[in-house]
């Protein structure tokens, strides 16, 4: 069955304190792998988009990278306005529809 | 950004009375999409519509139904409204291989 599962579900850390969210993955035809950000309230905003293994994005304090079975988002010197929940999802080749995990909720105290 | 809206933002109804949220985009963009999203759990595809008048089920499609009479607006039907119904709605349009998001409507079923 394919599945996205993120870990951990929450993830408080210290202003400038780095770390990193994972999103596993077991989908069968990996299109893509996307990341989220969402704000209270608000709709899921896209930061970026992963199509093969050894691959990495950037931008801001945040990177993206991804293996043939996980992803990772490296946020490095964090800051309050990094917190979030950052969702992934993965696109399947044979239909392009996405498989979400269920998000990660960053919180990142001054 | 894509430019999306729904309507109406917030809405509270009753177990069994129709409720009919709104997707308006300004992007001409061809895939639309209804997902809910409830806690612990990851964005559900409800269903999503490939063009003007043709729609099809997502995971999540039992008691939802879909139109779609013009490219810029994507209707989400409840037909009889149940407390299990009560969730955030998002809508998505997707361009290039990206989906963007509305701001969501909240919806609670008494």
């Known amino acids: 069955e394919d599945q996205v599962t993120q870990s951990p579900e929450a993830l408080r850390l210290q202003e400038g304190e780095s770390s990193s969210l994972n999103c596993s993955y077991t989908v069968s035809g990996l299109r893509g792998l996307f990341w989220y950000r969402q704000d209270p309230g608000k709709g899921p905003e896209f930061l970026f988009t992963l199509y093969s293994a050894g691959e990495e994005k950037e931008k801001e304090r945040l990177k993206a990278t991804l293996t043939k079975k996980e992803s990772f988002l490296h946020i490095t010197a964090p800051k309050p306005e990094d917190s979030a929940t950052y969702l992934c999802?993965?696109?399947?080749?044979?239909?392009?529809?996405?498989?979400w995990g269920a998000g990660t909720k960053l919180i990142i105290k001054p | 950004d894509a430019g999306i809206t729904q309507s109406p933002r917030h809405k509270v109804t009753e177990t069994g009375t129709p409720v009919t949220l709104r997707c308006h985009q300004t992007?001409?963009?061809?895939?639309m999409y209804w997902y809910r999203q409830d806690p612990g759990h990851g964005l559900r595809l409800i269903h999503y519509?490939?063009?003007?008048?043709?729609?099809d089920k997502g995971e999540v499609s039992d008691g939802y139904s879909v139109s779609r009479s013009k490219t810029e607006d994507f209707l989400l039907t409840l037909e009889s409204a149940t407390s299990s119904q009560t969730s955030v709605y998002f809508c998505?349009?997707?361009?290039?291989?990206?989906?963007?998001f509305g701001p969501g409507t909240r919806l609670l079923v008494l």
């Open positions: 519509s490939y063009g003007v008048k043709d729609t």
């Open positions: 999802a993965a696109k399947k080749d044979s239909n392009y529809q996405l498989i």
């Open positions: 998505a349009t997707e361009g290039g291989e990206t989906q963007y």
């Open positions: 992007e001409n963009h061809r895939y």
